[in-house]
């Protein structure tokens, strides 16, 4: 506007003057002209230039926001120092740079003379703090086992990382060197992923409905009766259901109680509790092993374990059957890619002797690098429950008796204040299994194993078949996992409880091992009659 009031102002004083000479009138025009043509095209440059810059900014993206998005892809954090001025010094870039130069040196003349240190310095190019990172990882996969087990050792024994390297080993390392980690007494539990997402389950169905389809997924042709037996009455249609066949549980004959039918509807966790203790008895199975495997039992199983954080009794039996899928070892990789691992770890640390025993048992299984026994349902290793350098240099084996087990016939005599399983954490005098807490420290070369097997009166085992409620058929089938978990390698020293001591000597006559050793029963003042009398045993 302007522009066009300056140009009506110009016309206005040529048509109001005197009109000059013509030539004089003829210049002045032109210059005019001129002028006006010049503040046209530059205004118009101006405007135009404008226009497209402000169409340019408006048409370009902003990838920051997808620069922000990649960030979240990555973990790797650079740490900054404190001074900033060291950051962009030219010490720093020379002693960063001379740095790089001696790690090439060292690597290329350990190249040359075939040294000891060709494994050790590596050429990659990373910052001085992430250095022995990545050296440790690239020692963990290396060829020679010594190094890989010194490389796990390292990894931990070492506390002082920021997360984000504890992370980076967990992301970079192999099966090997997790199972390895999990195995060793004071790894730091940040080695290990969290197990990843589960998948959602369907609206119209629950756990409950989950594990009966798993469970009828399963073959049920050419099993033993007990299998059956538990298995179609896990598989019943409801709880109401399940609460009328329970009367044969009540009983001491297979006979069912009138009331026990009336007790109405079985608890969702006595469903599930059936179920799994069915999968237990298929999980001893190795192509069932499989079928479970592949229709997403790993997961179900693992989702059931963190549904039940105050059952340990599920959670027992749930590491019962991951520990029998475990004696697979192309189950292996899918036990650990489904984040077992991570959770066993956790589960080994725990305070609970019986839960403790159970997850070293199942990582026990899974190690292959240091271990050459497999422990089957119902084995378990007391100590050394990590791995460990020093021998062994004798097996000391737990039998139990009539209506006893594993853990609880070896615990320490029932104190009137803790007549619940719930100790008091102040009452570090109390142990509620003696061979694991007091033998272990006394004597720390032995190996303590404590075995399991069925010797209930009144149970759903009075469905089962006679032969296995024989003495035969409890020490063949003792015999047999006894031997896989390398039992008869070293000295073994026996000492059995009530129905145990039975069961034992059956099993050295079967076995032919020539024994030494003494057996006792657990009375105050008095040894079994299986045991001679003609010298005394110091013990």
Not at 34 to 63: H, M, N, P, Q, R
Not at 265 to 280: G, I
Not at 372 to 398: C, M, N, W
Request: charged content about 25%.
């Amino acid at each position: 506007m302007s522009l066009a009031a300056y140009c009506i102002i110009c016309c206005r004083r040529i048509g109001a003057s005197t009109p000059p000479p013509q030539s004089t009138t003829y210049w002045r025009d032109i210059r005019n002209i001129i002028k006006f043509t010049g503040s046209l095209i530059l205004g118009g440059s101006l405007f135009l230039t404008y226009e497209v810059l402000a169409l340019k900014k408006s048409l370009t993206l902003d990838t920051q926001v997808v620069e922000r998005e990649k960030m979240k892809s990555y973990i790797y954090l650079h740490t900054v120092s404190l001074d900033k001025r060291e950051n962009y010094g030219i010490t720093y870039q020379a002693r960063k740079e001379l740095h790089k130069a001696v790690r090439k040196v060292l690597a290329t003349s350990a190249k040359i003379l075939r040294g000891p240190f060709a494994d050790t310095f590596s050429t990659i190019d990373v910052e001085d703090h992430e250095c022995a990172v990545w050296l440790l990882l690239r020692k963990s996969q290396s060829g020679d086992r010594t190094a890989r087990l010194q490389a796990v050792q390292e990894m931990s024994e070492t506390h002082h990382w920021h997360d984000y390297q504890y992370r980076i080993i967990a992301q970079a390392c192999d099966l090997r060197t997790l199972i390895g980690l999990a195995r060793s007494k004071e790894s730091d539990l940040r080695f290990f992923l969290p197990p990843p997402p589960l998948p959602s389950l369907n609206e119209d169905t629950c756990i409950e409905e989950e594990l009966r389809q798993l469970l009828a997924s399963l073959p049920q042709t050419e099993l033993d009766e007990c299998i059956q037996y538990f298995t179609s009455l896990a598989l019943s249609e409801s709880s109401q259901s399940l609460a009328a066949q329970k009367g044969g549980l009540w009983c001491f004959g297979g006979n069912g109680l009138p009331y026990a039918e009336s007790f109405g509807e079985v608890p969702s966790a006595t469903v599930e509790m059936f179920c799994l203790e069915a999968l237990v008895k298929h999980s001893e199975i190795p192509t069932h092993c499989d079928e479970i495997e592949a229709n997403g039992g790993l997961q179900l199983l693992q989702r059931l374990y963190q549904l039940h954080k105050d059952c340990p009794k599920i959670q027992r039996n749930i590491m019962r059957i991951i520990g029998n899928m475990a004696l697979n070892e192309h189950l292996h990789s899918t036990i650990v890619h489904s984040g077992w691992v991570s959770i066993l770890a956790e589960a080994m640390k725990s305070p609970r002797i019986m839960e403790a025993s159970h997850a070293a048992r199942t990582l026990a299984n899974l190690d292959r690098e240091t271990m050459r026994e497999k422990y089957q349902d119902g084995v378990y290793v007391l100590h050394p429950q990590y791995r460990t350098s020093q021998p062994i240099k004798a097996d000391v084996l737990f039998i139990h008796g009539l209506m006893g087990a594993a853990f609880k016939t070896w615990r320490q005599q029932d104190n009137e204040q803790l007549l619940t399983e719930k100790i008091l954490e102040d009452d570090a005098r109390y142990t509620t299994c003696w061979p694991k807490t007091w033998l272990a420290r006394d004597c720390p070369a032995l190996r303590i194993i404590s075995v399991e097997y069925d010797t209930s009166l009144s149970d759903w085992r009075t469905r089962c078949p006679m032969e296995r409620k024989s003495i035969a058929f409890r020490s063949d089938e003792l015999l047999r996992k006894l031997r896989a978990a390398g039992v008869g390698d070293r000295p073994v020293i026996w000492v059995s409880h009530s129905m145990g001591a039975s069961d034992l000597v059956y099993l050295m006559k079967r076995s032919g091992l020539q024994t030494q050793s003494w057996g006792f029963f657990s009375e105050k003042g008095r040894c079994s009659r299986l045991c001679p009398q003609r010298s005394t045993v110091t013990i």
